[in-house]
């Protein structure tokens, strides 16, 4: 069992930039990959950046060049740095935990809004 708490969501004008959070209840290293997906209305959950055990790294098209995840195993965090916000970022994101046993387990945390407007 795996908890997850998000944090710092909040709302931002287009092309400000937020810090989301993701407190991990065990050690991140225990973890075959650690992401953030978001979700807005209507809308399916989709990943935007994700970080294996190894550090390779993974983004979504739409956030390359402006999101960078990294992690702090000591403190057992994972962060999502947005920048250069825009209209469409607006959405719920989710941190998630995913482990590779068969079949795969998924964590997921509560979520925390993201509105970027004005």
């Known amino acids: 069992q795996v908890q997850l708490v998000e944090s710092g969501g909040g709302l931002v004008q287009p092309g400000g930039s937020l810090r989301l959070s993701c407190a991990a209840s065990?050690?991140?290293?225990?973890?075959?990959?650690m992401g953030w997906y978001r979700q807005a209305p209507g809308k399916q959950r989709d990943l935007v950046a994700a970080?294996?055990?190894?550090?390779?790294?993974n983004y979504a098209d739409s956030v390359k060049g402006r999101f960078t995840i990294s992690r702090d195993s000591a403190k057992n965090m994972v962060y999502l740095q947005m920048d250069s916000l825009k209209p469409e970022d607006t959405a719920v994101y989710f941190c998630n935990a995913g482990r590779r046993t068969f079949p795969k387990i998924d964590y997921w945390g509560q979520g925390t809004q993201v509105t970027v407007s004005s």
């Open positions: 970080i294996t055990r190894a550090g390779t790294t």
């Open positions: 065990t050690n991140i290293f225990s973890i075959d990959t």
